[in-house]
């Protein structure tokens, strides 16, 4: 690509169309002026491979990646970052000028990043954290908690194995609870993390008994769409210090932006305004 080309960059996944990345990226473009497109593609799993090789000769610095392909493309990166390879998934590529696919994964330092904005008086060494569910999200969570200092994890999923197979790969701080007894070790618990898609629009309700919940302890929600889930209202409730998972969103995209159109934007009220409207 030459020096004065229009960089390019987008989302790729099946399906797109509920993704809120062109509209944040598209609002931090006009906030700074600067020149660039950010663009949605949703592209066929036959195509995957051919698609990525391509884009680069089209003028693209790069790609966010969604479901269902997180995973997939770190086959096909020529380089992978070593929190990408913790995680077992990818949701930012970076397209070199050496043709190289660049993979890394910005979930955790978004997940991190929410709770210090909103956060600010969170301390990860204050007590154990019960991280809920043991998908995608709940490694890159796992990852960045354990990376800040948290002394245990309480690990509970509806489905035990998952759970177990995420203790194997990250070690003695993080222990299983079976699903059953989640709600009785939130008493003592620092920090609660809801990584399922339970309270999601469309999903079932989170139904953990939450009675055990604490004032002060900063319980924080990954889904978005409601901004308040039951998880985060009953906290609320109790005094919890609550923190929705839009901020995980918006920050998990400032690396990508940076590299790709070569300014750091900031996470603010216009950008959150912006994405929810």
């Not at 020096?3 to 700074?32: F, M, N, Q």
């Not at 020149?35 to 790069?62: N, Q, T």
């Not at 966010?64 to 970052?81: F, G, S, W």
């Not at 995680?87 to 000028?97: D, E, H, P, S, V």
Request: with cysteine.
């Amino acid at each position: 690509m030459t020096e004065d080309r229009i960089p390019l960059a987008g989302v790729i996944g099946a399906p797109i169309h509920h993704s809120k990345s062109p509209r944040l990226h598209g609002h931090w473009l006009r906030k700074y002026g600067l020149k660039g497109h950010y663009v949605p593609m949703e592209i066929a799993s036959a195509d995957l491979e051919d698609a990525l090789r391509m884009l680069p000769k089209l003028g693209f610095v790069g790609v966010n990646v969604t479901i269902p392909y997180k995973e997939r493309v770190m086959e096909l990166a020529d380089q992978v970052t070593d929190r990408a390879t913790l995680i077992g998934a990818a949701n930012t590529l970076i397209f070199r000028k050496d043709g190289k696919i660049h993979a890394d994964n910005t979930d955790g330092y978004g997940f991190i990043e929410n709770l210090r904005q909103n956060a600010p008086d969170w301390n990860p060494a204050a007590g154990p954290a019960v991280v809920m569910g043991a998908g995608g999200a709940a490694r890159a969570v796992i990852t960045s908690l354990l990376d800040c200092g948290v002394p245990e994890i309480r690990l509970t999923n509806r489905t035990r194995i998952r759970a177990d197979k995420l203790r194997e790969d990250f070690g003695q701080r993080v222990h299983v609870v079976e699903w059953v007894q989640a709600g009785n070790v939130l008493d003592d618990a620092a920090t609660v993390v809801n990584t399922t898609s339970l309270g999601m629009v469309g999903k079932p309700e989170m139904r953990v008994p939450l009675d055990g919940l604490r004032p002060g302890t900063l319980v924080t929600d990954v889904v978005y769409t409601p901004l308040q889930t039951r998880l985060l209202r009953i906290a609320a409730e109790q005094g919890c210090i609550c923190v929705d998972g839009l901020g995980m969103l918006l920050h998990q995209a400032v690396p990508g932006f940076e590299r790709w159109f070569g300014h750091r934007p900031e996470v603010d009220e216009a950008t959150r305004a912006a994405v929810l409207r």
